[in-house]
């Protein structure tokens, strides 16, 4: 579980490959707390996962497969409308997604449901935020390939392996909040510094053993913070790449109880 913006770790959950994701993705409902939204893929859209985190106060914003049709309760002026998905009440969006990048144009159908039901806050404003989403992937990316290299993490017990894994998070969470310490403090988006900086930095003062005592004066930016923005990239629009969306009607049937019908399960 990754903060949105800072990508800072909230929570992790690992194990054997013999569970899934979905799995080990019921752990990390221990760390939301009322005034989180969580913004999640369609493969976690169950229900009882989405049950699960509702409970904890919590607003969720998840992408549900295309071939699901949650039923229509009530309609909404902006073409969303008002579902359940078992006891919880959800606001559906269906859309179409136009994206255009370097390597072409592509538009996709992106089916979202949300706790969020309040009809002031449009439709086209939960299509934006659900992009954010994909700031986990770029965390994962990191841990891979930047720490990485590609590299896989070897022991000769599973508990040597848990410890390495550990490890590794709290690498990239000390990087993390080295970025987030010296954007924030200079009011830059945490987006518009380079991870890759951030650790050969790292590694550069690690190696000299540089400043390793220091005095008693906390410094947030530091040497890391200094290298990141010396080099910060500049102002992006994500409109660039997400160039157009359009909201749809539902096609579910009309119709549901408190029970959630078996089409929205």
Known sequence: MVACGTRTVVDAAFGPT?????????????????GMILLADRNFASQK???????????????VKN????????????????????????????????????????????????????????????????????????????????ILGGRVLRAKTPTGVEQKG?????????????????TLATDLDPDRASFTIALETARDQLAKAADVITDSVIDLVGKIGRAVLARCR???????????????RGTGRSGCDARGPGGAR
């Open 166 to 182: 550990y490890a590794l998070l709290c690498a990239y969470q000390a990087l993390r909040l080295a970025i987030a310490d010296a």
């Open 234 to 248: 500049p102002p992006s629009s994500r409109a660039s790449t997400q160039s157009g969306y359009r909201v749809t």
């Open 67 to 146: 071939g699901r049709r949650p039923p229509v309760c009530r309609r909404l002026r902006d073409g969303s409308w008002i579902s359940r998905i078992g006891p919880v009440e959800v606001r559906v969006v269906r859309c179409e997604i136009t994206i255009v990048t370097t390597a072409g144009r592509r538009t996709g159908v992106y089916q979202l449901v949300t706790s969020v039901t309040d009809p002031g806050i449009p439709a086209a404003d939960l299509i934006r935020l659900y992009h954010d989403r994909w700031d986990v992937e770029t965390a994962y990316l990191e841990l891979k390939a930047t």
């Open 49 to 63: 996962l989405l049950t699960a985190v509702a409970a904890t106060g919590v607003d969720l914003l998840v992408r």
């Open 18 to 34: 013999a569970s899934g994701e979905t799995v080990y993705a019921a752990e990390l409902v221990r760390s939301l707390r009322a």
